[in-house]
Structure formats: C-alpha cells, structure tokens
C-alpha cells in the first residue's frame, strides 16, 4: 500500500498514536435487556504506521492501522476486539477512522485533529444514513440491535492517551441508548 519510502511519510497529527498503548481502567457502559451493565476493563491499542495511498491521483491519505483488544476485569475474558485504520488528508485537514468489529458492524467516521503544544486531540462521528460519514451492519444487527451513530474523541498528551467514546443504539426496546466507553492508556512502545 505504501508508495513512499517510510521514514519520508509525514503522519502530521496522526504520528503521536503510533505504538503499543495499555490501559487498566477502563469502565464500559452497556445496554442489558432488563438493566444497563458497568464494566471495568483493560485493553491493548496497537496502532501501527502503514504509509499512503493516493485516491485517483488526487488525494494523498496517510494511514495507521489499528488493533484494539478489550477485557473484563472480573474474568480476565476478551469480550471486544476492533480493528481498522486512522487516515489524515493533509490538503483538506479531514482524519478518518475506520472501525470494524466482528459483530457484522463496520463504520467510517470523519472528523479533526488539533495541536496544541504537545497535545493532539482527534473528534470523529459517524451517523446511519449518512452519506458522507455512515455505518453499515448486518440485517440481524439493524433489526436487533440497530447502531443510530457513533463518535469518539482522543487526546494524547506524551505517553497517555484518553478516550471518550459513544455509540449510539437500539436495542432491548432502548432507544438512543448511550454504550460509552472510555480509558487511559499509556504507551508501552
């Protein structure tokens, strides 16, 4: 995927993300048929450089990869796993993340980043039915457990990186539902 010679890539806002983050306290808030549930987690972020590509000869993307695994804290068991891409459109200013999951769920949210000093900050959103900044997912997830939107906020400050980040769904008869989750994790490499 890579045209450049790698260490000429400028990642500009993205490059900060790069490397493997930890984090031990986490809290996921989730949706429950009778109840909402509060998760305590701990998780592993792996982002990765994964050089350009060039859109119709037109726009220049820089890319990072990603690998998110997430655990429970009372059993040690992974109960979420993502992966996907940042991407930063120097000409326009526009970051991008790209979010699959393995529940039949993938999106790709738009958004910015600021700099401040040594702070980066990331906000991207993305809505159903928005032709721009959508999600797709499977007929049962649609039917069942339908995501309405998405948005996610990120700020690195050195080596920690805070998340916010909301997903908004339908499901168990629970409209506009808030599934948050959020954690600081602090870069290990």
């Not at 490059?15 to 109840?35: F, H, K, M, Q, R």
């Not at 990765?48 to 040690?76: C, P, T, W």
Request: proline content about 4%; some cysteine.
């Amino acid at each position: 995927m890579a045209n450049s010679a790698e260490s000429e890539l400028d990642y500009g806002p993205l490059a900060c993300l790069i490397g493997t983050w930890s984090g031990s306290d986490g809290t996921d808030v989730a949706p429950e048929p009778d109840s909402t549930e509060r998760s305590p987690f701990y998780e592993v972020l792996t982002i990765e450089a994964a050089g350009d590509v060039d859109n119709a000869d037109e726009q220049e993307l820089m890319i990072l990869r990603y690998h998110q695994q997430v655990f429970r804290k009372s059993n040690d068991k992974q109960f979420h796993d993502q992966v996907g891409y940042w991407l930063w459109c120097k000409a326009s200013g526009t970051i991008m993340q790209s979010v699959t999951i393995p529940r039949g769920v993938t999106l790709l949210a738009g958004g910015t980043a600021s700099v401040d000093g040594d702070t980066t900050t990331l906000e991207v959103a993305a809505r159903d039915g928005d032709p721009d900044w959508g999600i797709a997912q499977s007929p049962f997830m649609r039917d069942k457990a339908r995501t309405l939107g998405f948005t996610h906020k990120l700020t690195v400050q050195g080596g920690s990186l805070h998340y916010e980040e909301t997903t908004l769904l339908d499901i168990y008869d629970q409209h506009n539902f808030e599934h948050t989750d959020c954690n600081t994790l602090i870069r290990q490499s």
